[in-house]
C-alpha cells in the first residue's frame, strides 16, 4: 500500500480500536470475562476490511420482508420461483407478486432456505450477528443481544467499518429494547435500530402506527384511495424514502464511497392494512381454505403455539378470547378474510419493493449493487390451525431467499440445497469486499469474539447452484418453564410483549428441529428438551419428540410418525444427528 494508505489504515485502526474497546471491556467485565486481546485482533480485521484501495467493493441492497412465507407468483417472466402449488394444494390462490417474480428471474432462488427461529427478534438478530440463539441468547422480542450474549458485530456495522455508508430505512432489528433502546451498550438507541454501532442514518416511516382511527384494532384493514392519499400507508413512505436515497447517492459529486442500504417493510405482517386496489386483486369468493385445520395426529402438546398474537386483535379476541388451542378453528369466513388481507398485504409489499429495485435499475449502480432479498421467517394461515410463526412447523422455518449478483445470476437460477439465515454475512462480505468472515469457535469464546459467522458462505452454489452445501437445516423455539411443563397452554413472551424469556431466568423447554434427506427422503425431525440456564441442553430430559415424512406426506404432513415402529431405526439416525447439531459449532457452546 502506499504510504498515505498506511498512515490512515493505521489512524482507522486505532481510533476504532480506542473507540470501541473502552465499550466492549466494559460489556465484557459485565459478562463475567475481559478478553482484550482477542478484542483488538477481532477491531483490527473488521477494520482493515475493505481499505485496499485495490479492492473492488461492490454496493449492497439489502431487502428485508416481516412474515413472508415461501408463497409467491408464478406469472413473471421465466420465474423459477414455486408458486404456490407447493403450500396450499388443489384450489389454493396464487400470489399477485410481479415484482418479485422478476426480480427472482434473475438472481439465484433458494428453495430450501430456513430461519434459526421463527419470531422476529431472535430470526433477525441470527441473521444480522451470524450466530445461533443458543449463543446470542435472543429468544424473545424484547432483549437486546448486546445485553445478553456478546457484543457482536453485525452486518451493516461490518460493511460501516469497512468504509461503506450505512442507511437503515425500516424493519431491519426489531425495534425497541430489542435493538437497544434504553440499553447502556447502545448510546442514541431511541428507537433500538442498533443505530451507535451499525448505521450512519435510519429511517422510519411517521405513519407506523396505522390506521389513523385507533378503534379500528382489527386483524386487517381494507384503505381506500382518499385515506392512502391523506394517510399514506408506512410501507409506502419507506419506499418512498428508499427512492430518494438511490437518486440522492446518485447525484454525489463523490461516487468513491459503496453504499450499505437496508430497506425493511413492514407488511405482510399483521394486521393486514393495505390498499383496496390490493384486496380487489383476491376476490373473498377465490379464497381457499387449508385442507386440514387440525393438529397432526400424534403432535405432542408441548409443540402448539396458541396463537396469542392473532388473538390481540379486537375482531379475533371476540371470537377466541386469548387463545386459539389445538382442533379450535376460526369460523371459516375469518379463516377466508385473514387469508384475503395477508395476500393483499403481500401484494401491496411487493409495488412498494418492485419501486426500491426500479429506483435501483434507473441508477448508475445497476451494475455494481449485489442485492439480497429475504424474509425474517415464514408464516401459517391456519393449516392445522396454527396462524402467524412461533413454531417449529415448516411453513414457519422456511423463509424466502433470493440473490441478485450482476453478471452471474442475470438469467436467473435456483438451488434445493439446504440454507440458513446464518448464511448471509459471510455471503455478502465475500461478494462484496472480497472478505472471509472467519468461524467462530466452538467453545463459549464465540459469545467474546466481536466478528465471526456460525454459517457458511453461499458463494460457492453461484458456481454450481446443484452442489451439495449443507447436511440439514436447524431451527429452534422456546417454550415454557420447566416447573410450568404440565399446564395446557404454554408461556410465551411474545404475549406479554415486555417480557424477556424464561430461558434467561431458569431452565426452560425448548426445541431443536432439522430439515434433512436420507435415504432419498426428506424428514423433519425435533425434540423438545430441558434447556438449562447454564446453557447446556439435557437431552435426556424429553417433552416430545416429532418425526414428518415430507417426502411422503408433503409440506404440512397430518400424522407425527416418530412412535412409529416402522421409523425406529430413522428416529435414532436422526436422533444423533440433531444432538450433535449442526457442522462445526453444533447448536453453540
Not at 76 to 101: A, F, H, R, Y
Not at 250 to 258: E, G, L, M, V
Not at 415 to 433: G, V
Not at 461 to 472: W, Y
Request: negative net charge; hydrophobic residues 35%; glycine residues 6%.
Amino acid at each position: 500500500l502506499p504510504s498515505s494508505s498506511l498512515f490512515l489504515l493505521f489512524v482507522a485502526v486505532i481510533t476504532r480500536i480506542t473507540v470501541i474497546l473502552s465499550l466492549s471491556l466494559v460489556y465484557n467485565l459485565e459478562m463475567g470475562v475481559a478478553l482484550a486481546l482477542a478484542v483488538v485482533l477481532t477491531i483490527t480485521t473488521s477494520s482493515v476490511v475493505g481499505t485496499d484501495e485495490n479492492r473492488v467493493r461492490k454496493n449492497v441492497l439489502f431487502i428485508a420482508i416481516d412474515d413472508f412465507r415461501y408463497q409467491f407468483g408464478v406469472d413473471g417472466p421465466g420465474v423459477v420461483g414455486p408458486g404456490c402449488g407447493l403450500q396450499e394444494g388443489t384450489g389454493c390462490t396464487s400470489m399477485v407478486t410481479p415484482n418479485i417474480d422478476k426480480f427472482a428471474a434473475k438472481s439465484l432462488l433458494f428453495h430450501k432456505n430456513y430461519v434459526q427461529q421463527a419470531v422476529c427478534s431472535p430470526t433477525r438478530t441470527s441473521l444480522l450477528t451470524s450466530r445461533r440463539p443458543d449463543v446470542s441468547r435472543v429468544w424473545d422480542v424484547v432483549s437486546y443481544f448486546r445485553d445478553v450474549g456478546g457484543n457482536f458485530t453485525t452486518i451493516p456495522q461490518l460493511f460501516r467499518e469497512s468504509g461503506y455508508l450505512s442507511y437503515g430505512i425500516g424493519k431491519i432489528f426489531h425495534p425497541g429494547t430489542a435493538s437497544g433502546a434504553n440499553s447502556t451498550h447502545c448510546k442514541n438507541c431511541t428507537n433500538g435500530d442498533d443505530m451507535e454501532w451499525s448505521w450512519d442514518t435510519y429511517y422510519h416511516a411517521p405513519n407506523l402506527d396505522y390506521p389513523p382511527n385507533p378503534d379500528f384494532t382489527n386483524s386487517w384493514f381494507i384503505v381506500n384511495k382518499t385515506t392512502e392519499k391523506d394517510y399514506p400507508l408506512p410501507d409506502t413512505q419507506l419506499a418512498d424514502y428508499a427512492v430518494q436515497t438511490i437518486e440522492s447517492l446518485s447525484k454525489r459529486a463523490d461516487q468513491s464511497q459503496p453504499f450499505f442500504l437496508a430497506y425493511g417493510g413492514h407488511r405482510p405482517h399483521l394486521p393486514f392494512n393495505a390498499p383496496e386496489d390490493k384486496y380487489d386483486l383476491y376476490p373473498l369468493d377465490n379464497i381457499s381454505l387449508p385442507s386440514s385445520q387440525v393438529p397432526p395426529l400424534n403432535m405432542p402438546h408441548v409443540a402448539w403455539y396458541f396463537n396469542y398474537e392473532l388473538a390481540t386483535y379486537k375482531d379475533i379476541r371476540s371470537i377466541v378470547n386469548d387463545t386459539i388451542g389445538p382442533n379450535k378453528t376460526l369460523p371459516e369466513m375469518v379463516v377466508k378474510q385473514l387469508r384475503r388481507g395477508y395476500y393483499a398485504s403481500v401484494s401491496h409489499m411487493d409495488e412498494q419493493v418492485g419501486r426500491v429495485l426500479d429506483a435501483l435499475e434507473a441508477s448508475p449502480y445497476v451494475n455494481d449493487t449485489i442485492v439480497i432479498f429475504w424474509g425474517d421467517h415464514g408464516w401459517q394461515l391456519g393449516e392445522h390451525g396454527e396462524w402467524c410463526k412461533q413454531t417449529n412447523f415448516e411453513l414457519a422455518t422456511h423463509a424466502p431467499l433470493m440473490l441478485h449478483v450482476p453478471g452471474v445470476t442475470d438469467h436467473g437460477m435456483e438451488t434445493f440445497a439446504y440454507t440458513e439465515h446464518i448464511d448471509i454475512m459471510p455471503t455478502l462480505t465475500e461478494l462484496a469486499i472480497q472478505y472471509q468472515v472467519p468461524q467462530c469457535p466452538s467453545s463459549h469464546a464465540n459469545n467474546n469474539t466481536l466478528l465471526c459467522t456460525m454459517g457458511k458462505s453461499l458463494v460457492p452454489l453461484l458456481s454450481n447452484s446443484s452442489a451439495e452445501f449443507l447436511p440439514a437445516a436447524f431451527s429452534q423455539y422456546p417454550r415454557m418453564k420447566i416447573s410450568d411443563s404440565s399446564l395446557s397452554t404454554t408461556y410465551e413472551p411474545e404475549l406479554g410483549k415486555s417480557f424477556p424469556s424464561v430461558c434467561l431466568r431458569s431452565n426452560c423447554v425448548m426445541g431443536y428441529t432439522m430439515i434433512t434427506t436420507l435415504d432419498g427422503n426428506e424428514y423433519r425431525y425435533t425434540e423438545w428438551i430441558e434447556h438449562e440456564l447454564n446453557g447446556m441442553r439435557n437431552f435426556t430430559n424429553s417433552f416430545g419428540t416429532e418425526l414428518y415424512d415430507m417426502t411422503r406426506d408433503g409440506t404440512w404432513p397430518d400424522v407425527n410418525v416418530a412412535n412409529d415402529e416402522t421409523y425406529a431405526d430413522i428416529v435414532k439416525t436422526l436422533s444423533i444427528m440433531l444432538r450433535n447439531g449442526p457442522e462445526n459449532q453444533g447448536w453453540g457452546p
